[in-house]
């Protein structure tokens, strides 16, 4: 599911095999992270209406942002504690796929390269 502070990260892996130093890796803009939440990855999942996004968040303002949005989901009934879990690991996912996006974009890494790099890392392979 999400990546733990002892494992180590697609970020972390890519780093290492291209030999990037802190001031070599891409700025992320201002918006890197949106579309990335679990609302938006349940409604392009077609998981949960805008109607229910709304209706999630409105809780969430008037409890004081004290719930996240997956475990209001899930109190609701909209969406199984699988299907939370599984929206976390994709945008997990998506938020380590940010990097190699940025390489890919700067003409610093090709997209298949970015693939390669990811499949290795999936299936544990350094070499």
């Known amino acids: 599911m ?17 030999a990037l130093a802190e001031h070599d ?5 201002e ?4 579309g990335n939440t679990i609302g938006m990855l349940a409604l392009r999942m077609n998981l949960l209406s805008v109607e229910q996004i709304d209706h999630i968040l409105e809780m969430q303002e008037r409890e004081g942002n004290i719930r996240r949005f997956g475990e209001l989901a899930e109190s609701l009934g909209l969406l199984s504690h699988s299907q939370v879990s599984r929206l976390l690991a994709v945008q997990t996912l998506n938020r380590e796929l940010e990097l190699g996006e940025r390489l890919v974009m700067e003409g610093r890494l090709e997209i298949g390269e970015l693939v390669k790099h990811l499949s290795q890392f999936i299936n544990g392979k350094n070499a």
Request: charged share 10%; no cysteine.
């Open 25 to 29: 890796l891409p700025v992320p803009g």
């Open 2 to 18: 999400l990546a733990t502070q002892s494992q180590p990260t697609f970020v972390d892996f890519l780093t290492n095999r291209l």
């Open 31 to 34: 918006w890197a992270d949106a």
